[in-house]
């Protein structure tokens, strides 16, 4: 509930003659208090409680300290009483009926240009009250103006892009909620909203380079003066909130704000125009992410939010994500190398593979232990066969950094699909796919077991090389140790100037630590432990890829043995002991960094023992 409502805060304008009186009596309500903490938010941290000094006089440019202090500090607690004067300008100045339209909307675009500056950015997160004021007076200002909609937008947008976000309020998802469900084109065609928009966007683009000159990693800026409107703004701040808010206050208000059923609908939207149209693929694919990574957030842990998810519009989350996952199966084929309908940007392909990963992720939290959820999800026609398809001939053309997670969200979505589904392990069963091997070259309509078992093979046997080129440079540096021994005379002894020169130059003596110091340079070294640490790390990826693989093969043997005699044919030697093995490693490394609650760790042993009766009892 809003601390101070419209009326509250006009009452003194419509009874008092005079204005001055009017503002004077209005500051009251905004009345800041000065504390020694002021120091610590000028400096770019989290301010600490404090003994409060005397109050700020009214509209004084300075405070009265009782003591002196350092010139640093008093420019601090000077560039402080700005940042509070022009927050009670602001204040003041919004919540006065009298005031015009055009100069509360001056006002508000002042302190937009104020927020450029970080400090003041942090100073706003410190005035939770005052900032929660303001967002609902905003939140009526931009029902009825797409000039403060914008504005109230850009304000969102910039507090949001700090590592310590905007501080979560009722009032402003209530704004972020309304500004989600305004209607940005018909806004683009009024000449005050254009003329707004180019001072919107300049501001945008100084706080983009002070960000720029301040940091010295690259700021992520993917933005345009064509699509500067305020749904665009106010989806990229909740967006960036979403990845640093997980607690359960976030969660609730995003469903009981109505920003979820916005996201939804967003989300729906841009992925019809993404089927229609392959223009602006780039744009809309940053749309979709963003959509996806705030619905992921909602959905964890929190199961009033799936079951929205669920529901809403019979399901429609589930539908548009069906379609996404169709539209990037044929956007992926159109991009093999075989194909000549066209190519896409590399960029456009890794934002595909991105939102790929992050729609499993959705997928797997909402139809987590839900039989209901992975139901629905299974029988949306042609999904089944679009996460074989994009397993089977598209995974591997992935970037190498997004492979790993693309790879085991979808294996883990599958996880979840077909445990608790008959009707969908028996869909999957009988779906067959085109199947790109190791060459490149397309083996077409395989069983979906398989390709699994192929994928196993691929995975399992990448793992094994690697662990036999570890265990060979091992040995070889086992003999060279050796060897070095050997040649050293184990019993020879050095004088003393022999053997002190000997070590400061670097040398080493019989018994030392092999080639390393003697005969590899500092870089030699570095390349060496990175070439290591590539390799322990494609072992493990390739070992968790080919435990996934095991683990839905195992599931779908658990439903009909009879499947058992297919894996035999396909693996070599008809030994089906690997996949066993990799089963038991998974299990046992989920256990070991406690990953699995303990219902999830006995379904997987009860699938390893069903697993190993039913390829021991095959033919």
């Known amino acids: ?315 429609l989350l589930i539908f548009s994500t069906a379609k996404f996952l169709n539209f990037a199966a ?33 997928l797997m939290n909402i139809s987590h232990e839900n039989e209901n959820a992975s139901l629905k999800i299974g029988q949306v026609a042609g999904f089944l066969a679009n996460c074989l398809s994009l397993l089977a001939s598209h995974f591997q053309n992935a970037p190498k950094d997004k492979f790993f997670d693309v790879c085991c969200m979808m294996f883990g979505l599958l996880v979840n699909l077909l445990e608790r589904c008959s009707a969908n392990r028996r869909r999957f069963v009988a779906l067959k796919s085109n199947f790109v091997d190791s060459n490149g070259e397309t083996l077409n309509e395989l069983s979906s077991v398989e390709i699994l078992t192929k994928l196993f093979i691929r995975h399992d046997s990448a793992a094994k090389t690697i662990d036999e080129e570890l265990d060979n440079e091992l040995v070889a540096e086992e003999q060279f140790v050796e060897e070095e021994e050997a040649e050293g005379g184990g019993g020879t002894e050095l004088g003393d100037d022999e053997g002190s020169n000997g070590m400061a130059n670097g040398g080493r003596t019989a018994g030392g630590n092999g080639r390393g110091q003697q005969s590899m340079s500092e870089d030699e070294i570095i390349a060496a432990i990175q070439s290591a640490m590539n390799k322990a790390s494609a072992h493990m990826e390739d070992s968790m890829i080919a435990s996934y693989c095991s683990l839905v093969v195992a599931i779908l043997v658990d439903s009909d043995e009879k499947l058992a005699n297919q894996v035999k044919e396909l693996v070599p030697n008809s030994d089906v002991r690997p996949m066993s093995e990799q089963l038991k490693r998974f299990l046992e490394f989920m256990q070991i960094t406690k990953r699995l609650k303990e219902g999830t760790v006995k379904n997987i042993e009860r699938l390893i023992t069903s697993f190993e009766l039913a390829t021991n009892s095959a033919d």
């Open 330 to 362: 044929k956007f992926l084929e159109a991009c093999q190398p075989s194909s000549s309908e066209y190519g896409a940007s590399q960029s456009e392909s890794d934002k595909l593979f991105e939102c790929i990963c992050l729609s499993c992720r959705v």
């Open 1 to 315: 509930m809003s601390l101070l409502n419209g009326k509250n805060a006009t009452g003194h304008c419509q009874s008092d003659g005079d204005s001055s009186i009017a503002m004077k009596r209005g500051a009251e309500e905004f009345d800041f208090d000065g504390s020694e903490a002021d120091v610590a938010i000028g400096q770019g941290v989290n301010a600490p409680p404090a003994a409060k000094f005397q109050r700020v006089q009214q509209f004084s440019c300075y405070a009265v300290y009782s003591r002196a202090a350092q010139p640093k500090s008093n420019a601090i607690r000077g560039q402080i009483q700005d940042f509070k004067h022009e927050l009670h300008y602001v204040l003041t100045t919004i919540f006065d009926e009298k005031a015009a339209q055009n100069l509360k909307s001056l006002s508000l675009v002042q302190l937009i240009k104020k927020a450029i500056i970080p400090q003041f950015r942090n100073f706003l997160r410190t005035k939770s009250v005052q900032l929660e004021k303001l967002f609902g007076i905003l939140n009526e200002l931009s029902s009825n103006s797409s000039v403060f909609s914008l504005s109230s937008s850009c304000l969102l947008y910039l507090l949001a892009r700090d590592q310590k976000s905007i501080p979560p309020s009722e009032n402003c998802f209530r704004l972020i909620s309304e500004l989600l469900r305004q209607d940005s084109q018909r806004a683009k065609m009024d000449e005050e909203h254009k003329k707004h928009t180019e001072t919107i966007w300049l501001i945008m683009k100084d706080w983009h380079v002070n960000c720029q000159n301040l940091s010295s990693k690259q700021i992520k800026f993917d933005m345009a003066l064509d699509n500067i409107a305020s749904p665009y703004l106010a989806l990229e701040a909740l967006a960036y909130m979403a990845t640093r808010e997980h607690g359960s206050f976030f969660k609730t208000n995003l469903l009981n704000s109505g920003c979820l059923t916005s996201i939804v609908a967003k989300f729906d939207k841009v992925i019809l125009e993404l089927v229609h149209s392959t223009a602006d693929v780039f744009s809309r694919l940053n749309i979709v992410e963003r959509c996806f990574r705030i619905l992921e957030n909602a959905a964890v842990f929190d199961k009033k939010n799936q079951m929205f998810l669920i529901q809403h519009r019979n399901s």
